[in-house]
């Protein structure tokens, strides 16, 4: 990887979230409906085979009725296996529970991405929380996978037992988000799929995020400038140049952390993020 590179801006801007949310509304909205249409197909295929199931039982329950004569009563199993045969219950004995299975699993699905959609919501907030890192990481990559599952692999190597670090509650998943989309936009300008390799560690006083790319990396006329307000590099429609500015503004100035990256043209980049277990005393400025 390239030399690194920091950046070292005071802005006044720490609070707009508009370039992540408009990104990845059609994402969410896409993760969502996915499981959400299984299970309704699960549902209603569970509803229309329970009525066979049932129908079966109340048939086998009958049969204690006519248990005193022997030919009423071969006459009546022979029905029941008939019907058991034509309706394949047997076969039913394993989908329904597969059914069953799927749908829930769809649940717990749409459960862990409203959980990470709270967590932005709560972004608002002026007070600082205790945050686990790991957790916002698997948030961003969550939140984010309807814009990077179809052209890249991204892997998680997150250290255990990190400690909790003191943040504004929310950013840094917008954060995350932020650079993990960008870096989906850049390795969709190489013509292979790409990869995306996260990281979180302890370094010093610090916990570190490690957001590597496959992309094309960033051209040397351009490094000065990418965390400027309003400047991107990409096509119009696609970026309001807002999103590493955020970034920015969030990691130094609001949570007193550190932001820079290494690059390559030509193999991709790193950001590194190191966010202090210990809060400052004070709000700080990297000049």
């Known amino acids: 990887m390239g030399a690194a590179y920091q950046y070292k801006r005071v802005s006044d801007d720490a609070s707009n979230r508009l370039e992540v949310v408009g990104q990845l509304a059609a994402g969410i909205a896409h993760e969502i409906n996915t499981p959400v249409q299984y299970i309704g197909d699960n549902l209603r295929y569970v509803s229309d085979q329970l009525d066979i199931l049932i129908e079966l039982v109340r048939r086998y329950q009958s ?21 058991s045969v034509e309706n394949d219950v047997d076969f039913l004995a394993e989908e329904v529970p597969a059914a ?6 769809g649940v717990e699905t749409i459960s862990a991405i409203v959980r990470s959609m709270r967590s932005l919501v709560h972004s608002g907030t002026r007070e600082k929380v205790l945050i686990d890192v790991n957790e916002s990481i698997e948030n961003a990559v969550l939140m984010s996978k309807g814009s990077w599952k179809h ?18 509650e929310g950013e840094l998943s917008q954060v995350l988000i932020n650079l993990i ?7 969709e300008e190489t013509s292979e799929r790409g990869t995306i390799e996260i990281r979180s560690y302890i370094y010093k006083n610090s916990v570190g995020i490690q957001i590597q790319d496959s992309g094309t990396g960033i051209p040397i006329e351009i490094q000065h400038r990418i965390f400027d307000p309003f400047f991107s590099s990409k096509d119009v429609g696609r970026g309001t140049g807002q999103g590493l500015a ?9 949570n007193g952390g550190t932001l820079f990256f ?9 950001f590194h993020i190191y966010l202090p277990v210990e809060a400052p005393s004070q709000e700080t400025e990297l000049r």
């Open 151 to 168: 052209c890249l692999d991204l892997q998680t190597d997150l250290a255990q037992h990190l400690p909790k670090v003191e943040c504004y």
């Open 181 to 187: 989309v960008n870096a989906t936009h850049a390795i």
């Open 246 to 254: 955020f970034a920015h503004s969030s990691i130094v100035e609001r």
């Open 63 to 83: 049969l204690s009725e006519l248990i005193q004569s022997d030919d009423i009563l071969r006459k009546r199993y022979l029905e029941i296996q008939e019907f």
């Open 262 to 270: 290494e690059t390559t043209e030509g193999e991709g980049t790193t």
């Open 100 to 105: 069953i299975s799927q749908s829930m699993m």
